[in-house]
């Protein structure tokens, strides 16, 4: 069922497939910058990006044309649990950085020992406790064997790509559908992060569940709201991004489902939005409430030094990222309102100047979503297979380049009115938006990266289109 748009929501939807337009022919040109290193010369460099997506294309029509639906599904699945499952097999990656505290502390959640949650890391980033007490859970249940962790990474792993086919299927196509699904499957960082304990599996697993409720069933649906909340609400728990993703739903509801007013579905849909958010935050309190009161916390799940990672974010020395010299500086401060306040004070000084703000949000763009992913390092850190890493790091690229190449092909969503492709838009600027101010991890690009699956999928569709457009001219 088309929506009927509101001249407010008609606009946005341009602007949104413009921007999106926009963003992928950026992210495409300057990611071949960072092919260079790898090939003998930019035409090798170029031939074999062609061929690759020459293959995509090739491989998307004979899955849509010769398999069922059914034998689709099957044969993804085995063949992506079969490598994932093999990787985490054979690279023996141990946890580093925050990962390595939170499964240390899980350890010690398991055997009854919560000291660790007045440490300097739990008393500022009181979220993590979250999934520490998860990984705490699965070490109780099946005892402390890193293996079932990384396992259970598959699980969701695979569980995000069939929630990308199912999503895309809903909100474009069965070939669309099958050919995000294939490209999610088979991309490097969805592989080999399986091997590292990050809490991005689980939380992408639960926020894409939320979008999955939201598109397939839709808001209207008799209590579907609560399950949208519920997917959302458990996910930030996980990984606090969920107040993203429930604004991009109060966005998307707003123009697209609430305006044009129709009085009786207005007021239905603006209860049920209402009632995503009540239930979202209802998880939040209950979760956070009750781990104080067991004595597995002493303060909320909440964020204790808030503007931290705008005042990292806004340097732009650093362009963005981590840096030692903002560390040691806030670390003079006590956390609470001295840190709060030097921190702010740091975010001002930077706005200030103009000209070194908008140059740092460019060299942002380009470096979050253009530079190469970081799933090597964090899942190959201390282990020497030059080799494989080069490898990787090649096919991660190539694989990347196509996949934002073919989402170029969105724009012709400018001629026609989709129902749900607005939120995916919607979600997409807001995540450049955010990390426009933030710190910037490439890492951080996983978050929303079925996103940018899904309009690579309908991009291979229009490709394909294309051709046949062309072949029936031709022969006539």
């Not at 990787?87 to 010690?108: C, G, H, N, R």
């Not at 689980?202 to 519920?230: C, D, E, H, P, Q």
């Not at 009540?278 to 597995?296: H, K, P």
């Not at 979600?427 to 990266?449: C, K, N, P």
Request: glycine share 6%.
């Amino acid at each position: 069922m088309q929506i009927r748009e509101s001249i407010a929501g008609s606009i946005l939807s341009k602007v949104l497939v413009i921007c999106g337009f926009v963003m992928f022919l950026s992210i495409s040109f300057f990611s071949f910058r960072s092919l260079t290193p790898v090939f003998s010369s930019k035409i090798v460099m170029i031939a074999e990006v062609f061929f690759f997506l020459c293959f995509i294309a090739i491989i998307s029509y004979l899955i849509n044309r010769f398999l069922t639906t059914r034998r689709y599904l099957i044969l993804l699945i085995i063949l992506g649990v079969g490598i994932r499952i093999t990787w985490v097999l054979l690279i023996k990656t141990m946890p580093a950085s925050d990962f390595s505290i939170m499964y240390e502390s899980a350890k010690q959640a398991a055997n009854g020992d919560y000291s660790f949650i007045s440490n300097d890391y739990f008393s500022s980033w009181v979220y993590q406790l979250g999934f520490t007490y998860y990984e705490a859970l699965v070490i109780k249940l099946f005892g402390d064997h890193i293996i079932v962790l990384k396992l259970l990474n598959v699980f969701f792993s695979m569980g995000t790509a069939i929630i990308i086919y199912q999503i895309t299927k809903n909100v474009f196509n069965e070939f669309s559908a099958r050919t995000a699904a294939l490209l999610y499957t088979f991309y490097i960082p969805s592989i080999i992060y399986c091997s590292v304990l990050t809490n991005q599996h689980l939380s992408t697993f639960l926020f894409f569940l939320g979008m999955y409720f939201l598109v397939v069933k839709g808001l209207s649906a008799r209590n579907n709201w609560i399950l949208i909340g519920l997917a959302i609400g458990l996910g930030n728990i996980m990984r606090p991004a969920g107040s993203f993703f429930l604004l991009a739903i109060c966005m998307y509801t707003l123009f697209y489902q609430i305006f044009p007013l129709r009085k009786k579905k207005s007021i239905n849909f603006t209860t049920r939005l209402i009632g995503v958010l009540a239930v979202y935050f209802l998880v939040q309190q209950l979760v956070s409430t009750g781990l104080i009161y067991s004595g597995l916390s002493d303060k909320p799940l909440s964020n204790q030094n808030p503007y931290w990672k705008f005042a990292v974010g806004l340097n732009y020395y650093s362009n963005g990222t981590w840096n030692l010299d903002d560390q040691n500086y806030v670390g003079k401060f006590k956390l609470g309102k001295e840190r709060n306040e030097a921190e702010l004070s740091l975010i001002k000084e930077r706005l200030q100047d103009k000209k070194k703000i908008s140059t740092l949000f460019v060299n942002k763009f380009i470096a979050f979503w253009s530079d190469p992913d970081a799933s090597i390092s964090w899942a190959l850190d201390k282990i020497d297979k030059p080799d494989l890493k080069q490898f990787l790091f090649k096919y991660e690229r190539i694989i990347y380049i196509s996949s934002c190449l073919f989402a170029i092909g969105s724009i012709t969503l400018i001629r026609k009115r989709n129902e749900f492709s607005p939120i995916l838009y919607i979600l997409l600027s807001g995540y450049v938006a955010v990390h426009l101010m933030v710190e910037i991890q490439t890492r951080y690009r996983f978050d929303i990266l079925p996103v940018l699956i899904i309009f690579a999928g309908y991009g291979v569709d229009r490709f394909h289109l294309f051709i046949q457009k062309q072949l029936r001219r031709n022969l006539i």
